[in-house]
């Protein structure tokens, strides 16, 4: 596995699947994931666990927009390179978007984020899915 390509996949990924979200809370306000919700509250647990001073709203935000890139980069990097790095994307998306509907409750973050709806359960998979499929595109396009 390549580095630099894979990080690059994996970012173009955690891109596009940030987009999606932050396009969709906007148009879409009930039904529409709620993923910065989510990434706030455990920051915000993180910090408290940690006795550092917490952050005002608008900072919270940033950071956890900026955790999330990371994070879904590193996640989606996972790609690597080679013929197969759709159908892997793909399969990290999945994951990651059965993960995002089946995971807050049972980690304290609430389940409203992700569970509001059936719909939003859907889009979270379906998100995560397309931020896998586009890191794989850019890894197999980077061979």
Do not use: C
């Amino acid at each position: 596995m390549k580095l630099l390509p894979s990080l690059t996949a994996g970012l173009a990924g955690a891109v596009a699947l940030t987009a999606l979200h932050e396009t969709a809370r906007r148009l879409r306000p009930a039904d529409a994931p709620r993923m910065d919700v989510l990434g706030m509250r455990a920051l915000r647990k993180i910090l408290a666990r940690a006795e550092a001073p917490q952050p005002d709203d608008d900072t919270l935000f940033g950071l956890t927009m900026a955790g999330d890139i990371v994070s879904n980069g590193l996640y989606y990097s996972l790609v690597g390179s080679g013929r197969n790095a759709v159908a892997r994307g793909v399969a990290l998306g999945l994951a990651a978007g059965v993960g995002g509907v089946l995971l807050p409750g049972p980690l304290g973050l609430g389940e409203a984020p992700s569970n509001r709806t059936p719909q939003t359960q859907l889009m979270t998979v379906a998100w995560y899915t397309v931020g896998g499929l586009v890191a794989g595109i850019v890894a197999r396009a980077q061979r």
